[in-house]
């Protein structure tokens, strides 16, 4: 099946740029889609589609996607994007919904 | 705006079979637009997909939990439903239920909020 992976974990401080990378195998041919989670709460849809964004998502959360590399990029870091944030794709093999590990952001 | 809401035991013993109902509202479940998806997060680790229903009853199941999972629908009930059997330890999870446009690839775009299940004797 197919795999996603993401570093463990990503330090940034307050107002500097985040990127969290997802790694895959010909990643660029999917669509990658960013979720963000907070301590005890579901995900939440931040970036879909490789770079669209949800109503009521802030412009400083944007996506890209290319060869075998997805990046989730927070600009402005604010001390409320402390969370895990997870890539996903849809893959045509038996497991269609796969996740990549999390990436626990950490705003100094 | 739509909301799902997951509903079940907390508790379940081992060997025994986890039930689990996600209630849809501001939407209608039949509507033939969606996939209707159950998902799993053991403590302190990841998200794994565990299955999907179409308003039609057609469902999908991932490879690893496909001989112990029955997802059904009740359209009725504007429901959907989650079986698991021979449950271990290892079956200790927050499990969400989560709505995908049934365009191919698309994304997660409601969750609820998620119940926590304790497989234990």
């Known amino acids: 099946s197919y795999v996603l992976t993401q570093p463990p974990s990503v330090s940034v401080a307050p107002g500097q740029t985040a990127r969290i990378t997802c790694g895959g195998n010909?990643?660029?041919?999917?669509?990658v889609h960013w979720y963000q989670q907070k301590p005890g709460q579901a995900p939440v849809l931040v970036v879909y589609?490789?770079?669209e964004r949800p109503s009521g998502i802030p412009e400083r959360f944007s996506g890209s996607n290319s060869g075998n590399t997805a990046t989730l990029t927070i600009s402005r870091v604010e001390a409320g994007d402390e969370a895990d944030y997870y890539c996903?794709?849809?893959?045509?093999?038996?497991?269609?919904?796969?996740f990549g590990a999390g990436t626990k952001v950490t705003v100094l | 705006q739509v909301r799902l809401q997951e509903s079940g035991p907390g508790l379940v013993k081992p060997s025994q079979t986890l039930s689990l109902t996600c209630t849809v509202s501001g939407g209608s479940i039949s509507s033939g637009s969606y996939f209707w998806s159950w998902i799993r997060q053991p403590a302190g680790m990841g998200l794994e997909w565990i299955g999907r229903i179409y308003s039609s009853g057609s469902a999908n199941y991932s490879p690893s939990l496909k001989s112990r999972v029955t997802i059904s629908i009740d359209t009725s009930k504007n429901q959907f439903s989650l079986e698991l059997t021979s449950v271990t330890a290892a079956d200790t999870a927050v499990y969400y239920c989560?709505?995908?446009?049934?365009?191919?690839?698309?994304?997660?775009?409601?969750w609820g909020q998620g119940t926590l299940v304790t497989v234990s004797s």
């Open positions: 589609d490789d770079g």
């Open positions: 010909n990643i660029e041919s999917k669509s």
């Open positions: 996903q794709v849809w893959d045509s093999g038996s497991d269609p919904y796969v």
């Open positions: 989560a709505r995908a446009p049934s365009v191919a690839g698309s994304a997660f775009d409601y």
